[in-house]
C-alpha cells in the first residue's frame, strides 16, 4: 500500500492564481480531510469528507473547496490564492469517521506571493 | 474537545525513558485521549489512544490518571528517531476531527 499521496510536495502561486492539491488513498478509508499548518502552529482542519459525495466544512474552510467524487481521491481547491493561505497542507484519512488511528500525508508546502 | 496543556519542550537521552505529560482537566466522560508525533518535516503519525485504562503498544504506553485528567505519555526507550513534536489530543473525534495544539517538542541526545 502506498498509504496516503499528495502531489505536489511543493508549489509557488502568484496571488489571484487557483489550484488543486492532489490527495489520494489506497487504503479503501471512508473519511478524508484536508489540514493546514502554519509556522509553529498545529494543524487546523478545512474541510472533511465521510464518504463519496459527502463533505463538509473544517474549522477554517473559507477560500478552500472539495469534492468527493470517489473513496480513493479527495482534491483540494484554492479558488483565488491569497498570501494568507501560504502553509503546509496535510491530507489525512481513517477506515471510517468513528477510527480514532488517521493516516496523514506527507504534505504540500505552499507559498503565495 | 477539551482544552490540553504540555510542556512546550522536553530533552531525553538516548536509550532513556521518556514521559510526556499532558492536562486536560476539562475532559468529558466520552472524550477518548489521543496522541499523535510528528517528526520534520513530516506529516503527523498515530502513536496510540485511550479512554480510561492505561494503554500499550508497539510505539509507546498511555497512562491515564485515575481522575481522566491527566494522562502520561511513556516511550520506554527513546531513540534519535523518536525526536518530534508530540501532539496530546482529548476529544471525541466527531467525524474524525482532530483539534491540534502546539505539542511538545522532544529532543533526543545521543
Known amino acids: 500500500n502506498a498509504g496516503v499521496t499528495q502531489t505536489p510536495k511543493f508549489q509557488v502561486l502568484k496571488t489571484g492564481q487557483s489550484m488543486t492539491l492532489q490527495c489520494a488513498q489506497d487504503?479503501?478509508?471512508?473519511?478524508m480531510s484536508w489540514y493546514r499548518q502554519d509556522p509553529g502552529m498545529g494543524l487546523r482542519l478545512i474541510h472533511y469528507?465521510?464518504?463519496?459525495?459527502?463533505?463538509d466544512q473544517g474549522e477554517v474552510p473559507n477560500g478552500y473547496n472539495v469534492s468527493r467524487s470517489t473513496t480513493e481521491d479527495f482534491p483540494l481547491r484554492l479558488l483565488s490564492a491569497a498570501p494568507s493561505q501560504t502553509s503546509v497542507y496535510f491530507c489525512a484519512s481513517s477506515y471510517s469517521a468513528g477510527t480514532y488511528e488517521q493516516y496523514f500525508g506527507p504534505g504540500t508546502r505552499l507559498t503565495v506571493t | 474537545d477539551a482544552k490540553t496543556t504540555q510542556p512546550n519542550s522536553m530533552e531525553s537521552n538516548e536509550e532513556e525513558p521518556v514521559h510526556l505529560p499532558c492536562n486536560h482537566s476539562t475532559i468529558s466522560g466520552t472524550d477518548y485521549i489521543h496522541w499523535y508525533r510528528q517528526l520534520p518535516s513530516q506529516g503527523p503519525e498515530y502513536v496510540i489512544h485511550g479512554l480510561t485504562s492505561n494503554v500499550n503498544n508497539r510505539m509507546a504506553s498511555l497512562a491515564i490518571a485515575e481522575d481522566r485528567k491527566s494522562s502520561t505519555l511513556i516511550l520506554h526507550r527513546a531513540t534519535l528517531r523518536d525526536a518530534a513534536v508530540y501532539y496530546c489530543i482529548a476529544g471525541g473525534t466527531s467525524y474524525g476531527k482532530l483539534t491540534f495544539g502546539q505539542g511538545t517538542i522532544l529532543t533526543v541526545h545521543p
Open positions: 487504503m479503501n478509508h471512508e473519511y
Open positions: 469528507s465521510v464518504g463519496a459525495g459527502i463533505t
